[in-house]
């Protein structure tokens, strides 16, 4: 459905579609999508990245003789409970006989995951970058550009300062973070109130969508602009009573 957000005629078929009785309708997708007047009416089941013990037991099922020691952890944690990751993982370490141990490979992700899951014998729709690179590839032009611009920052980061560095003060949340989330772009940690872009997604842009070297430099002035004036906030915040989220800030 993601091909078709933007398309209302192909939207309202779907509506059409879904609201006769003896027609089933089921709709894929990478993003969510609403669908106005029907709500009621359809179901909605939502897959969310797989939790470290499930990511162990899929790992284990594909690569069933490697001895993964200590090291299974630390795979399972890179591969940030995406099944086309630990998939590509495991056929890695099926290749050559093992020619790769668990120790191999949790050195490996660390240092190349992006490469090493997406070497050229293996099939376009099984290679981890060729897979994110078209996912990131369907955002709009202002989306993707704003993704590359938020990708300055190296760390998570609220929305007033995801404002600041991509020049848009005003309803930032809404116009860029809050989409960017339901395409799943984007994580939120509801605690902290901070965003961050998920670690492959990371690679993928530095890889294919960097920023042009003609801009960098304005977006590395609104950059120091903003983490100057965090820094300020913060130890301005140190010797009040709000020293205790000033440290939590100066954590991140």
């Known amino acids: 459905m993601e091909y078709f957000l933007d398309n209302e005629s ?35 089941c939502e897959l969310h990245p797989l939790k470290a013990d499930e990511s162990s037991e899929l790992l284990k099922a594909e690569a069933r003789d490697v001895d993964y020691g200590e090291y299974l952890d630390r795979i399972v944690h890179l591969s940030e409970g995406l099944p086309l990751l630990l998939l ?32 050229e014998f293996y099939p376009e729709e099984d290679r981890v970058s060729h897979v994110y690179q078209q996912f990131i590839s369907r955002l709009s032009h202002s989306h993707r550009s704003s993704y590359s611009e938020l990708d300055y920052i190296p760390g998570s980061f609220t929305a007033d300062e995801a404002g600041s560095i991509i020049d848009a003060p005003t309803d930032v949340e809404h116009r860029v973070l809050i989409p960017m989330v339901r395409r799943h772009f984007l994580n939120y940690d509801s605690t902290s109130r901070r965003f961050n872009i998920q670690g492959i997604l990371r690679e993928c842009i530095k890889t294919f969508f960097s920023l042009r070297n003609a801009h960098i430099p304005e977006v590395r002035v609104r950059y120091i602009k903003t983490f100057t004036d965090v820094m300020r906030s913060i130890s301005w915040r140190y010797s009040s009573q709000e020293y205790a989220s000033a440290l939590a800030d100066f954590g991140f």
Request: glycine share 2%; net charge positive; aromatic share 2%.
């Open 10 to 44: 192909a939207i309202r078929k779907c509506v059409d579609l879904i609201k006769f009785d003896n027609v089933k309708v089921v709709l894929t997708s990478t993003t969510t999508v609403l669908l106005a007047n029907v709500r009621h009416v359809y179901h909605v």
């Open 88 to 119: 590509m993982i495991a056929s890695e370490l099926r290749e050559n006989r093992g020619m790769l141990t668990a120790k191999d490979m949790a050195q490996l992700q660390a240092e190349c995951r992006l490469p090493i899951l997406s070497r």
